[in-house]
């Protein structure tokens, strides 16, 4: 089970940042922004949603849909002997 953790406050002011800029010359109405990042015991995994909750929902659907469901499976695989060619 993923432990469940509170925004170091690093990501934190980076995430405030980035949702100001969108939101503010972009005009977003909800954001939802996912990241990952190495760390010495592992990979760190954040959602982090602003605005209304049905409209963060609707987003994280768009997004499966269009970034998982539309590719290829052979897309989704990282093969290094691919590299070589």
Do not use: S, W
Not at 30 to 43: F, Q
Not at 54 to 61: I, K, N, Q
């Amino acid at each position: 089970m993923t432990e469940t953790r509170p925004v170091p406050p690093d990501v934190a002011k980076a995430v405030r940042d980035a949702v100001a800029q969108v939101v503010e010359n972009g005009g977003a109405d909800a954001v939802l922004l996912c990241m990952t990042r190495h760390r010495k015991h592992g990979t760190e995994t954040y959602a982090v949603p602003f605005g209304n909750l049905h409209a963060v929902r609707g987003l994280a659907e768009y997004a499966y849909g269009q970034l998982i469901e539309g590719m290829e499976t052979e897309d989704l695989e990282d093969d290094p002997e691919d590299d070589d060619e």
